[in-house]
């Protein structure tokens, strides 16, 4: 089973507001949609997931493990508390969304956990979110990379993170790119713009295509039923190899997501 290489970001996405984008983007199409358990939005994705008539089977949902709940005492039971308000009996994807503050837990003993829910049916699939390579380092020595089906991690033009994706792609572990529009920064960037002119494609649908031919899984976010619909369509756009490599030029280490908590970047 593999992560379908498009879906739907519901990152800061509240209330109606959520509910609403995840309707409208499952009404276009999507059927890989990501949430977490510090976006307090789990229930409103339940709920509009619930009310589509969208089949479970054709559904592929990811949630991720908060750092408050990645002790003995709190994994299983806050995936358990996950599915209650997402509706389901089992999510496709489980991450832990961040490593532990200061790393006061042991790699080993939350992915262990992690993938003792998996064995007990909780979730399809687990992984983790925001790793360095250290971090995956640790990963794969405690659950192996076969187990370990992406690493979400911060990639767009800007900050294109070639350490930690290049650790990835030798060790056989996939990469989900999150922001992957930089919050909107690519709509301002000439040479997108330019390469958006020459295939009738915006900016936004350049970035996405980018990072689609890398092999990477994106998972854009709008509240706008045209810029879901837009975002879409990138899967039809082919970049040449030329600007493929002009965009590789951008990578300026920008890095949007870095809360005081982050561990220490590659």
């Known amino acids: ?36 358990q510090i976006y307090g939005n789990e229930a409103e994705v339940g709920q509009a997931i619930a009310e589509s008539g969208v089949p479970r089977s054709e559904l592929f ?57 998996k ?12 790793f360095t390579v250290a971090h995956m380092r640790q990963a794969i020595a405690a659950v192996g990379a076969e187990h370990i089906a992406t690493n979400q991690v911060e990639i767009h033009p800007f900050l294109q993170n070639r350490t930690v994706a290049d650790f990835a792609h030798r060790h056989g572990i996939h990469l989900t790119a999150y922001m992957p529009l930089a919050y909107g920064k690519v709509m301002q960037e000439p040479v997108l713009q330019r390469i958006g002119d020459t295939h009738d494609a ?5 970035s996405l295509a980018w990072l689609l031919q890398q092999g990477y899984a994106v998972i854009p976010s709008s509240t706008r039923r045209e810029h879901l619909e837009s975002n879409l369509a990138a899967q039809r756009l082919t ?11 951008l990578d300026r280490g920008e890095r949007l997501a870095n809360p005081g908590f982050a561990p220490q970047w590659d």
């Open 1 to 36: 089973m593999s992560i379908p290489a498009f879906g739907l970001g519901t990152f800061r996405l509240k209330d109606q507001q959520v509910i609403d984008s995840v309707r409208t983007g499952l009404e276009l199409g999507y059927r890989h949609i990501d949430t977490a």
């Open 61 to 117: 949902i990811t949630t991720k493990i908060w750092t408050d709940n990645l002790g003995q005492d709190r994994l299983r039971a806050s995936l358990e508390e996950s599915l209650e308000k997402l509706r389901v009996d089992q999510v496709d994807l489980t991450l832990i969304h961040w490593p532990s503050p200061k790393d006061a837990l042991a790699v080993a003993d939350y992915l262990g956990r992690l993938l003792e829910a």
């Open 119 to 130: 064995e007990q049916g909780l979730t399809r699939l687990i992984g983790v979110s925001n």
């Open 202 to 206: 915006s900016p936004a649908q350049v």
């Open 239 to 249: 970049l040449s190899e030329q600007e493929m490599a002009d965009i590789a030029t």
